[in-house]
C-alpha cells in the first residue's frame, strides 16, 4: 500500500487523553472558551469589553495557544479529532483554516452573520477567511509586509517609493551600488514561505493551481515563468551577498535589525517594525535620527507595472463546530470584530485591522503614520496556498528553496514540484 501523507485535521482517528475544560456552572451565564494566540494582552481586553456588552448573555474567558503557529495548528486540530465541545472560539493562522475547515471541525457561519462581517472589509482577509467560494471564518485582524526603506539610501538611487513603485530590481541595484544590505527573511521557516509566494504571486502564477484538490491531485505552479522569476530574486540575494552573510538564518527580526544599522537600505516586514523602532529610540539603544530616515511604501514589484501581491497574514475567527453554544459564540465574535476593537487592538497592540474602517480613528493615525499603505497593502495582497495539506507544501518549500543562495531558476522551481509532490502522494517524507 502507498504511503499517504495527511494534515493533522483529516485524520479524525486519532486517540486522545487530553482533559476537556470545565463546563460551565448551571448557575449564571454560559461561558465561551476563546482560545487566542499570545499578544500583549489585547484579546484578553477585548473579551472583558464583549463580556460587559453581552450584558449577562453569555462570558468569555480566554485561554493562550503556543506561540508558534505550527504548535497552534497541532493542538487544535488534535482537540477538534476529538470533538472537543470546550473550543466555543479559536484565533486561527489564516493558512490553517482549510485544513480546519474541510474535515467540518468549524461551524458554518450562519448566512445573515456572514453578510454583517463581510462589510467594510479588505479583500486579503477575505480572501483568507474563505475555503470553497464560503466564508468559514471571521476576519478580524490582517496583515501585511510593507516595503520599509531608508529614505537617504532611495534619494541616492534616485527612486521614491512613497510616490512610485519600484521593483525587486531596482532595489538590489541600489544596495548593490551602495554597499548597503537588504532586509529579507532567509531562515529555513514560514517566513521562507511567505517570501516565496509573494514572489511568485507577484510576478501572476501561484504555487499551487488546484488548490482543493486532494493530495494526490495538487498541482504545482512552480514550474513557470513566475516561478522562475521568483527563484531568480532570491537567489541573486543569496549569491550575491546583498542581505548579508547572515541571511540563510535571518527572521523577521534579524531583517529589522539589519535594516537599523549603518548598511540597512531596504526591508520587507510587517508593520510591528516601526513600533519597535521607536521604542527602541525612546530606550536610547538607536539613534534618534534613524526613524526620521524611514520611509514606507507597497511591497515591490516583480515585473514592473505590474501590482505587487504582498504577503497576507494576521488572524481570523473560527467557532467550534462542537461547541454546545455556537449561537453565542457567533455573536461574541461579531462584538469581537468591530471595527473599534479593532482600532483599540491596532493601536495598542499594533496589529492591523481586517476592517477599513478601524483604520479612520485618530488613534490608530497617531500610532501608524503608514495606516493608508497598509490598508492599500491589505487590498493587494494574496494568501498563502489555501489547501488542507498547507503544512506539506510548506514544509516541502523550506526544504527546496533553501538556502538563498542554493536557489536556482533552471533547478529549484522542478525540483521543489517534484518534491512536493512525492510527499502529497505518500512517496517522500519531509
Excluded at 521614491?160 to 529579507?184: E, H, I, N, S
Excluded at 461579531?334 to 483599540?344: A, F, G, R
Excluded at 521543489?416 to 512525492?422: E, Y
Aim: aromatic content about 8%; some cysteine; hydrophobic content about 40%.
Amino acid at each position: 500500500m502507498r504511503r499517504r501523507t495527511r494534515g493533522l485535521a483529516v485524520t479524525a482517528t486519532i486517540a486522545l487523553a487530553m482533559p476537556l475544560a470545565a463546563c460551565a456552572s448551571e448557575q449564571g451565564p454560559p461561558v465561551l472558551s476563546w482560545y487566542i494566540n499570545p499578544d500583549n494582552g489585547g484579546q484578553v481586553e477585548i473579551a472583558q469589553r464583549c463580556t460587559e456588552a453581552a450584558g449577562g448573555a453569555y462570558r468569555i474567558e480566554t485561554s493562550v495557544l503556543p506561540r508558534d503557529a505550527a504548535s497552534q495548528r497541532e493542538q487544535l486540530a488534535r482537540r477538534l479529532a476529538a470533538r472537543d465541545a470546550s473550543i466555543d472560539l479559536m484565533s486561527l493562522d489564516p493558512p490553517f483554516i482549510p485544513e480546519l475547515a474541510e474535515p467540518g471541525f468549524l461551524a458554518p457561519i450562519p448566512p445573515e452573520v456572514a453578510d454583517a462581517v463581510s462589510k467594510d472589509v479588505v479583500q486579503g482577509a477575505l480572501d483568507g477567511a474563505t475555503w470553497k467560494d464560503e466564508l468559514v471564518a471571521i476576519p478580524f485582524w490582517a496583515n501585511t509586509q510593507l516595503l520599509w526603506y531608508r529614505k537617504s539610501v532611495a534619494q541616492e538611487a534616485g527612486l521614491d517609493p512613497a510616490k512610485t513603485p519600484v521593483t525587486w530590481q531596482q532595489v538590489m541595484d541600489a544596495a548593490r551600488d551602495q554597499d548597503k544590505l537588504l532586509g529579507v527573511q532567509g531562515a529555513k521557516a514560514e517566513s521562507l514561505t511567505v517570501w516565496i509566494n509573494a514572489l511568485v504571486e507577484s510576478a501572476g502564477g501561484h504555487v499551487l493551481e488546484n488548490p482543493e484538490a486532494p493530495a494526490d491531485e495538487l498541482t504545482l505552479g512552480l514550474e513557470s515563468d513566475a516561478g522562475k522569476a521568483a527563484a531568480e530574486v532570491i537567489g541573486t540575494i543569496g549569491r550575491d551577498g546583498l542581505a548579508g552573510p547572515g541571511l540563510p538564518t535571518a527572521d523577521e527580526n534579524a531583517s529589522m535589525a539589519l535594516f537599523q544599522s549603518d548598511r540597512g537600505s531596504f526591508m520587507v516586514n510587517w508593520p510591528f517594525v516601526w513600533s519597535a523602532t521607536n521604542a527602541a529610540v525612546e530606550e536610547g539603544t538607536l539613534d534618534p535620527g534613524l526613524v526620521d530616515d524611514i520611509g514606507w511604501a507597497l511591497y515591490p514589484q516583480v515585473t514592473e507595472g505590474q501590482d505587487a501581491r504582498p504577503p497576507y497574514g494576521g488572524i481570523s475567527l473560527g467557532v467550534g463546530a462542537f461547541s454546545a453554544h455556537t449561537d453565542l459564540a457567533f455573536e461574541a465574535a461579531q462584538c469581537i470584530v468591530t471595527p473599534e476593537n479593532q482600532s483599540y487592538y491596532f493601536a495598542t497592540n499594533g496589529n492591523p485591522p481586517a476592517s477599513v474602517k478601524a483604520y479612520d480613528d485618530a488613534e490608530v493615525r497617531k500610532a501608524f503614520p503608514m495606516a493608508d499603505v497598509i490598508r492599500e497593502s491589505l487590498e493587494q495582497a494574496a494568501p498563502r496556498p489555501q489547501t488542507p495539506y498547507y503544512n506539506e507544501v510548506s514544509v516541502g518549500l523550506q526544504e527546496t528553496w533553501h538556502a538563498p543562495a542554493d536557489v536556482d531558476p533552471a533547478t529549484t522551481p522542478q525540483r521543489s514540484s517534484d518534491f512536493i509532490t512525492a510527499v502529497l502522494r505518500g512517496e517522500a517524507l519531509l
